[in-house]
């Protein structure tokens, strides 16, 4: 099992940056690929972006250029750099790791709040 932890949410002006974290504990070494999601008010969860423990990366098309995706494995964190935040950048992000051991598990976050002010 691992436990995903996020932090760094908050409220930004448009234009603004915000870093955030994500945390695992527990079964750090079965951990593949991770990632972000987001989700708006009344939208679906969308993923933002992607790492796999090698470190390729993918995103998508409305963050790239603007955010970017890294991680540690030995610390066992990922990261979500995002720059020049816009108003719908709002949503909840949420961790994910995938299970390299067992075969589709992924864990999720309990996500933290980003917001855009215009």
């Known amino acids: 099992q691992v436990q995903l932890v996020e932090s760094g949410g908050g409220l930004v002006q448009a234009g603004g940056s915000l870093r955030l974290s994500c945390a695992a504990s527990?079964?750090?070494?079965?951990?593949?690929?991770m990632g972000w999601f987001r989700q708006a008010p009344g939208k679906q969860r969308d993923l933002v972006a992607g790492?796999?423990?090698?470190?390729?990366?993918n995103y998508a098309d409305s963050v790239k250029g603007r955010f970017t995706v890294s991680r540690d494995n030995i610390k066992g964190m990922a990261y979500l750099q995002m720059n020049s935040l816009k108003p719908e950048d709002t949503a909840v992000y949420y961790c994910?790791?995938?299970?390299?051991?067992?075969?589709?598990?992924?864990?999720w976050g309990q996500g933290t709040q980003v917001t855009v002010s215009s």
């Open positions: 994910t790791a995938d299970d390299r051991v067992t075969a589709g598990a992924r864990y």
């Open positions: 527990g079964s750090i070494f079965s951990i593949g690929s």
């Open positions: 790492i796999t423990r090698g470190g390729n990366t």
